[in-house]
C-alpha cells in the first residue's frame, strides 16, 4: 500500500495557526513529541465563527453575552420551524431527514477521531469508513423497510432476489471491506489503523442504530416519533429556563453549568408538556395512525382506525388529586399515560447522554463537535440527549404496546416446511382449546 | 470518585515476572519535564501520546512467562530447544483435538457451555491487552464495568434465542414467561444501568482513557460475543453445522501449514460423509420437557439424504464413474470449506495485525506452546458468522419454534383468526385432510 503521504492536515474548520503547527509535527516525523504534546495539549482548534452575515449585521449594536443569546435563541425557533416544516411534508421526507442527520453525525465523529490521531492522511481509511457506513446502512434498511415494501417487494423480480439473499449479500459486502481494510494494515501505522477501525465501528454502532430505530418508530406511527423527540427538546430548554433563573446547586461535575433546580424543574415541566402535546396530537389520524405504504397510489398513507390507545376513556381520579382539582373523572387517552413514562425517561436518563457527550468532548478537549450550526455547535450536540430516547421508545412499543405483527407472522408461517407447519397448526390448535376459545364442533365449520 | 492509585506495576498474575515499561522511559527527555509537573498535567496527555505516535515509539509489552508444566518439560529434557517447541505444540495439539472429540461425544448441552466457557476468556484475554495497552489496570470501576457489560449482552442475546428453544419449558414456569415476555426491556434496563454507572465514574484526569476503554469492551463484546452466539445458534441446527465449519478451519490451519491449499479441502468432503450418516449430527438441537434434556432426533432432511448425482463430463474422466451418491449437504460443504481456506486467512491476518500493532507476542498464554484461546479461534471468528448467515440464506426458512412463540404471545381473537387462515391454507395444500379429526 501506498505510504503515508505527507499531506497537510486539511481540517475544514480549523483556524490558519494552528495547522501550522500540525504540519510542522507531519514533516518532522515520527519522534516528533515535543510538537506533539504541544498541539495535544492545546485543545483542538475553535471554529471559525459561521454566524451568517444578515445576523451580525442585524445583532450588531448589542452587547456580546446578549448577541450570543439572540443567535441561540434564533437559531432554536429556526429549528423548531424547520422540525414543524418536515412532520408537515410527510414520512417519506422525515426518513430522508433522518438518514441525512445520521450521515451528518457519523461525519462528525469521524472527524474528531481524525484529528486526535492525526490520521487523516492515511489514504484508504476515509474511503473505508464510509464504505461501512454503506454496508451498515443498507443492511439495516434491507432487514427493516422491506416489510413495510413486501407487496412492492415481491412483485419487482431484482428486488426480489435482493430481499431473499440480503443478509448473504449484507455480509458480503462487509466481508469485502474487512479485507480491505487487512490488505490496507501499512507497517508503521498498525496501531492507529486499528484504533481507527474500532473508531468507526463504535460510531457505526451508535449512529446507525439509533437512526434506525427511530425510522422504526416513526412507522409505528408519528405521533411515536414526534412526541419522543419534543420532550427530549422540552427538557432541554425547560431545564437551561429553570436553571437560567432558579439554578443554584451543580448537578455533577461534567456539566458545570447544569444544576438540580434544573434537572427537577425540566422533569415536571417535560411531564407536563408530554400530557398536553399527547393528548392534541391524539386527535388526528395522520399522526396516529401507523405509516403504510400503498401498493395502488404507491405512496405512503396514514389511514386507519385508530387503536384503543387512542380513544378518549374515562378515567377516575385518585382521591389525593381529586381534592386538588375538584373534578371525579377526567377523559384521556391511554396514550397519554404513556407518555408521561416517556417524558420521565427524556428527563431522568436523557441528560446522561448528554453528559456521555460532554464527558466525550472534555476527553479530546473539543468544544463543539463541529461548527454546523451557529450558536448551536454541530448536529450531534443537538442530538446527544436523543441518542438513548430513541432505543427507549423503541423498546417500550415493543414490550408494551404491540405484540408481534399479525400478517408478518402468516407469512412466515407460509414457507416452513409442511411437517413444521403442520406441527404449529395443532400445538395452536390445542392453545386454543385450553383457552376455550374453541371447542372440537365448532373446527368442522 | 476515587483517585487514579499509584499501584505496583503487577497487574494480574500470569505476567507477575516483568512489569510492564513506564510510559516515561521510553519515550525520553522532554517527558522527565513532564513528569515533574505531573500533576497539572492530566495523565490524559501522556497516555494521548502514545496514540498519535508511530508504532516504532510505543514500548513492547514484554512477553509472558512460560507456562509449560513440568512433566512435559522433563520428558523432553533431552531434546534440543527447537524440537522441543515442536513437540510441545504437537502434544498440546493432540491434547486439544481429543478433547474436542470427547465433548462432542457428551452432547450439545456440554458444547455449549464450552462456547460459553471460550467466549469468556477471549474476552478477558482481550480487555488485559487493553488494560496493558492504556495501562489502566488501576482504573478501579472498569473492570467491573466490562464484565458487568459481558453479563448484560450475554443475557440478552441467551434470552433471544435460547429461550426459543426452551418455549415448552417456559410455558409452565409463571417467573420465566414475566422475564421472556419484557425481555428486551429488562435487558435495556440492565444495560442502562451501565451505562449510567459509566458516566457516574467518569474521573476528572482520565475521561480520555476510560472513553477508550469503554469503545475497547464494546468493540471487543462485538467480536467475541455475537459470534459465539451464532455459533451457539448454527449448533441448534445440528451439530454438523458447527463440527464441519470449525474443522475445516483447524483443516486448514494445519495443512496450509504443511501442504498447501488444495490438500485442504479433500479430507472435508469425506469427513461430510462420514458425519452425515448419524441421527446424533445431522438433527437440529430440541428441548424435550418429558425427558429434560437435549434430544438430537427426527427424520433427517432431505439435505442429509444420499442422492444421485451425474457427473459432469471431465470428472467422468477422471474417476471413471457415470454417477456418485451424495449427500447435498457435501456440495454445502464444499461452500463451507472454499470460505474456511479463502477468508478465513483474513481472520488470521487481522489478529496478526492486532498483534502487532500492540507489540505482543501471543494474545495470552493460557496454552502452552499455542498462546492464548484467541490465538486459537482468531480464524474462527469470521467463519461462525459466514455459517449462520448462509444457513439463514440457503438452507432454512424462519425458526419454526420462534413463529411458535410468537404466534402464542397475540391476544386470543387474534390467534382465532390467524388459526383460521391457516386452516384454509393447510387444507388447500392437502397438508390437513378435512374431514378428519386431526
Not at chain 1, 423503541?394 to 409442511?418: D, E, H
Not at chain 2, 500470569?14 to 497539572?40: F, I, L, N, W, Y
Amino acid at each position: 500500500m501506498t505510504e503515508l503521504r505527507q499531506r497537510v492536515a486539511h481540517e475544514p474548520d480549523a483556524p490558519p495557526e494552528d495547522k501550522e503547527s500540525e504540519s510542522e509535527a507531519k514533516v518532522d516525523g515520527e519522534t516528533a513529541s515535543d510538537s506533539e504534546s504541544r498541539a495535544e495539549s492545546a485543545p483542538l482548534p475553535v471554529s471559525a465563527d459561521d454566524t451568517p452575515e444578515v445576523l451580525n449585521r442585524a445583532l450588531s449594536n448589542l452587547s456580546s453575552r446578549w448577541k450570543n443569546w439572540w443567535v441561540r435563541g434564533i437559531l432554536t425557533l429556526a429549528m423548531i420551524a424547520f422540525f414543524f416544516i418536515i412532520i408537515y411534508l410527510g414520512p417519506m421526507v422525515l426518513m430522508i431527514i433522518v438518514m441525512c442527520v445520521q450521515i451528518k453525525c457519523f461525519h462528525e465523529i469521524i472527524t474528531i477521531g481524525y484529528n486526535v490521531y492525526h490520521s487523516y492522511d492515511l489514504p484508504w481509511f476515509r474511503t473505508l469508513s464510509w464504505y461501512f457506513l454503506l454496508c451498515v446502512n443498507y443492511f439495516f434498511y434491507g432487514e427493516t423497510v422491506t416489510d413495510y415494501f413486501f407487496t412492492l417487494v415481491q412483485r419487482e423480480e431484482p428486488l426480489r432476489i435482493l430481499s431473499k439473499y440480503h443478509r448473504f449479500i449484507s455480509f458480503t459486502l462487509y466481508l469485502i471491506g474487512f479485507c480491505m481494510f487487512v490488505l490496507s494494515l501499512v507497517k508503521k501505522h498498525y496501531r492507529l489503523q486499528f484504533y481507527m477501525f474500532g473508531w468507526t465501528h463504535v460510531t457505526l454502532l451508535i449512529v446507525v442504530t439509533q437512526s434506525h430505530l427511530v425510522i422504526h418508530n416513526l412507522f409505528e406511527g408519528m405521533i411515536w416519533f414526534i412526541v419522543p423527540i419534543s420532550c427530549v427538546i422540552c427538557n432541554d430548554i425547560m431545564a437551561y429556563m429553570f436553571g437560567f433563573f432558579f439554578g443554584r446547586t451543580p448537578l455533577i461535575k461534567l456539566s458545570p453549568k447544569k444544576t438540580w433546580e434544573g434537572f427537577i424543574g425540566g422533569f415536571f415541566a417535560t411531564v407536563v408538556f408530554g400530557l398536553l402535546l399527547s393528548y392534541v396530537m391524539s386527535g388526528y389520524r395522520c399522526f396516529v395512525c401507523p405509516v403504510e405504504y400503498n401498493n395502488d397510489t404507491n405512496s405512503f398513507t396514514v389511514d386507519c382506525e385508530p387503536s384503543d390507545l387512542f380513544r378518549l376513556q374515562e378515567y377516575n381520579i385518585p382521591g389525593v388529586i381529586q381534592s386538588v382539582i375538584g373534578w371525579k373523572t377526567v377523559r384521556m387517552y391511554p396514550f397519554q399515560i404513556h407518555s408521561i413514562a416517556l417524558s420521565t425517561f427524556a428527563s431522568l436518563i436523557g441528560p446522561f447522554g448528554g453528559f456521555f457527550a460532554s464527558g466525550f468532548k472534555r476527553a479530546f478537549k473539543i468544544k463543539d463537535f463541529a461548527n454546523t450550526i451557529p450558536g448551536h455547535g454541530g448536529i450531534m450536540d443537538r442530538f446527544d440527549c436523543q441518542y438513548l430516547m430513541a432505543t427507549f421508545v423503541n423498546v417500550y412499543i415493543a414490550s408494551f404496546i404491540r405484540g408481534p405483527n399479525p400478517s408478518k407472522l402468516i407469512q412466515q408461517f407460509l414457507t416452513l416446511r409442511p411437517d413444521q407447519q403442520l406441527h404449529i397448526f395443532n400445538t395452536l390448535r390445542s392453545h386454543l382449546i385450553d383457552k376455550g376459545m374453541l371447542t372440537s364442533t365448532t373446527e368442522d365449520e | 470518585m476515587l483517585e487514579l492509585r499509584h499501584r505496583g506495576s503487577c497487574p494480574g498474575p500470569r505476567e507477575a515476572v516483568s512489569p510492564p515499561p513506564r510510559e516515561g522511559e521510553a519515550a525520553g527527555g522532554d517527558h522527565e519535564t513532564e513528569s515533574t509537573s505531573d500533576k497539572e498535567t492530566d495523565i490524559d496527555d501522556r497516555y494521548g501520546d502514545l496514540d498519535s505516535r508511530t508504532d516504532s515509539d510505543i514500548p513492547e509489552i514484554p512477553p509472558s512467562s512460560d507456562r509449560t508444566p513440568e512433566i512435559l518439560k522433563k520428558a523432553l529434557s533431552g531434546l534440543s530447544s527447537r524440537w522441543k517447541n515442536w513437540w510441545i505444540r504437537g502434544i498440546l495439539t493432540l491434547t486439544m483435538i481429543s478433547l474436542f472429540f470427547l465433548i462432542i461425544y457428551m452432547g450439545s448441552f456440554m458444547l455449549m457451555l464450552l462456547v460459553l466457557g471460550i467466549q469468556v476468556k477471549c474476552f478477558h484475554e482481550i480487555i488485559t491487552i487493553g488494560y496493558r495497552v492504556y495501562h489502566s489496570y488501576d482504573l478501579p470501576w472498569f473492570r467491573t464495568l466490562s464484565w458487568y457489560f459481558l453479563l448484560c449482552v450475554n443475557y440478552f442475546f441467551y434470552g433471544e434465542t435460547v429461550a426459543d428453544y426452551f418455549a415448552t419449558f417456559v410455558q409452565r414456569e409463571e417467573q420465566l414467561q414475566f422475564l421472556i415476555r419484557y425481555h428486551r426491556f429488562i435487558s435495556f434496563a440492565l444495560y442502562l444501568a451501565g451505562f449510567c454507572m459509566f458516566v457516574l465514574s467518569l474521573v476528572k484526569k482520565h475521561y480520555r482513557l476510560q472513553f477508550y476503554m469503554f469503545a475497547w469492551t464494546h468493540v471487543t463484546l462485538l467480536i467475541t460475543v455475537t459470534q459465539s452466539h451464532l455459533v451457539i445458534q448454527n449448533l441448534f441446527e445440528g451439530m454438523i453445522w458447527f463440527l464441519v465449519p470449525i474443522s475445516s478451519v483447524i483443516c486448514n490451519d494445519i495443512t496450509a501449514y504443511l501442504f498447501g491449499f488444495f490438500f485442504g479441502r479433500t479430507p472435508l468432503i469425506k469427513a461430510a460423509y462420514v458425519l452425515s450418516k448419524y441421527q446424533y449430527f445431522v438433527c437440529p438441537v430440541e428441548y424435550r420437557s418429558d425427558v429434560n434434556s437435549f434430544v438430537t432426533e427426527c427424520e433427517p432432511s432431505e439435505l442429509f439424504q444420499l442422492q444421485t448425482y451425474s457427473l459432469p463430463p471431465f470428472l467422468k474422466a477422471v474417476l471413471r464413474q457415470e454417477r456418485v451418491s451424495l449427500y447435498p449437504f457435501q456440495i454445502h460443504s464444499i461452500a463451507l470449506s472454499t470460505f474456511a481456506s479463502l477468508i478465513g486467512p483474513f481472520g488470521g491476518f487481522f489478529a496478526s495485525g492486532f498483534k502487532r500493532a500492540f507489540k505482543i507476542k501471543d494474545f495470552a498464554n493460557t496454552i502452552p506452546g499455542h498462546g492464548g484461546i484467541m490465538d486459537r479461534f482468531d480464524c474462527q471468528y469470521l467463519m461462525a458468522t459466514f455459517v449462520h448467515v448462509y444457513i439463514t440464506s440457503f438452507i432454512r426458512g424462519p425458526n419454526p419454534s420462534k413463529v411458535l412463540q410468537q404466534l402464542l404471545v397475540l391476544q386470543p381473537e387474534q390467534q382465532l383468526n390467524i388459526y383460521k387462515t391457516l386452516k384454509t391454507h393447510l387444507i388447500e395444500k392437502g397438508i390437513l385432510q378435512p374431514a378428519l379429526k386431526v
